[in-house]
């Protein structure tokens, strides 16, 4: 018997909160889990529409594989983290240049890239939305919360 669409619904349905807190346990990111879980469904339903569906094994294997991409996408955006970091601190730095530096460091990466494309690009409002794939209204909404994230880690440096 083929996987339906009714079928397939039902079967999302049966297995999407497992295999959601499969991921999140791995990954302690649950917008990253929830994508994940559904590129893992996406999978499925592509692998398997003219054939049964999958166990929950089956399930799990592919999230760990899918896991294990956001792993190696990860070590690669803190490789290139630290080599950016390392070609704009200059080679006598000030102390402003220090506390930026810091500040970028403890920033989630989604706060640090917009700061960098806004000050250190000077990317326009739509440049921006073209990088990271989003609106121009989505782009001064992240923008105006890495400043406040940047704002607070300054506090504390400060402190």
């Known amino acids: 018997m083929s996987a339906t669409e009714a079928d397939f619904a039902d079967y999302?349905?049966?297995?999407?909160?497992?295999?959601?807190?499969?991921?999140?346990?791995?990954?302690?990111?649950?917008?990253?889990?929830?994508?994940?879980a559904s590129d893992v469904f996406r999978i499925t339903w592509r692998a398997h529409r003219e054939r049964e569906l999958p166990d929950r094994g089956?399930?799990?294997?592919?999230?760990?594989?899918?896991?294990?991409?956001?792993?190696?996408?990860?070590?690669?955006?803190r490789a290139l983290v630290e080599k950016a970091a390392a070609s704009v601190i200059p080679d006598n730095p000030t102390d402003d240049d220090g506390r930026i530096a810091a500040v970028?460091?403890?920033?989630p990466e989604r706060h640090a890239e917009v700061l960098r494309l806004a000050y250190w690009d000077e990317l326009s409002g739509e440049e921006m939305a073209t990088v990271l794939g989003c609106s121009?209204?989505?782009?001064?909404?992240?923008?105006?919360?890495?400043?406040?994230?940047?704002?607070?880690?300054?506090?504390?440096?400060?402190?």
């Open 12 to 36: 999302f349905r049966q297995h999407h909160p497992d295999v959601v807190r499969f991921v999140v346990r791995r990954i302690n990111d649950r917008e990253v889990a929830m994508e994940i």
């Open 58 to 77: 089956w399930l799990f294997a592919t999230a760990r594989n899918l896991i294990g991409n956001e792993y190696r996408r990860r070590k690669r955006v």
């Open 104 to 107: 970028l460091a403890r920033l």
């Open 136 to 159: 121009t209204n989505a782009v001064w909404i992240r923008l105006t919360r890495a400043r406040s994230a940047a704002q607070k880690i300054l506090e504390v440096l400060d402190a």
